[in-house]
């Protein structure tokens, strides 16, 4: 949407995915990507949650990638045209939800009620494994779960990325409560809901004011977690060159996205699916999270008592 900041008239985007990390977040915007009516140009830019911040408030080690300057970002979408819908999907707007609230009433000023938002969430204990699996996976954790989710392994590497708090990022009621206000009328999905993909999407594009008769594939699920059993191709695969971002800018987006299924398909060979051990999923659940999924209940009026059934509140 064409907004007006210090007097000048740039492209912000009409779409905002918030998050959260490891709840399919990654697949549902490559599928919105792929609208004939929607502009994506990055995933994850981070810029809401970085804008008008100390560089040295970005953890170290996503600082290169994320997009906090506001003529670089605005710079994405000038070329945007009219019946184009922009949409920027960051997780990191989850986590650092009150800069990401702060930022968007700054640029936005009452136009933030014309945003279409959507957050994403997944059994708490689930998602903070499944990041934990996807750091180990790209050679980030060195630790056992159990040792990388006690403070003092949280608090001596969260300024290098904010996921490393595992359990921290699952906890969702405060930041939901602060979007919901804000945007009433948000999208809520849940990760269990999105095995009905196509169901899902076209809800969300019917709020969006988003045609629903466009060709998407689907069938593609990205950024798998799971335990490296062919490390340097996962390292290959992940690692940035001045050729892909040529590639990125000047192929095709129906090339784009035949290699990023490729490449979906070969870090799903290159690593071993494992669960989380049910009797620490459960302790994990029983310690840390039940009273906020009862809160996200409230929120949204659904029931996630599947979250929880048979665990005893922590005494």
Partial sequence: MKVNVNSRSVNLPDILIFGAAKSGTTSLAFFLKQHPDVVMPVKEPGFFSYFDRPVSEIPSGIREYQIADFEAYTSM?????????ICDA???????HRHTLANIDKLYGERKRELKTMVILRHPVDRAFSHYLMFLKNGLEHLSFEEAIQPEAVRSRISEQLGFDYLGGSMYAERLAAFKEVFPDMKVYFT??????????DDFLEYCGLRTDVSIDTSVKLNPSG?????????????????KRLMKKYLPDRLQYKLIAAKSGLLEKSIERVSVDPELKAELTRLHFIEDIRNVEALTGRNLS???AGIPEKI
């Avoid at 960051?90 to 650092?96: A, G």
């Fill in 306 to 308: 599947h979250w929880y």
């Fill in 77 to 85: 979408y000038s070329k945007a045209g009219p019946g184009k819908m």
């Fill in 90 to 96: 960051s997780v990191s707007q989850f986590s650092n």
């Fill in 227 to 243: 335990i490296p059993k062919r490390k340097g191709l996962i390292k290959m695969l992940h690692k940035r060159s001045s050729l």
């Fill in 192 to 201: 269990e809901e999105l095995k009905n993909t196509r169901g899902v999407l």
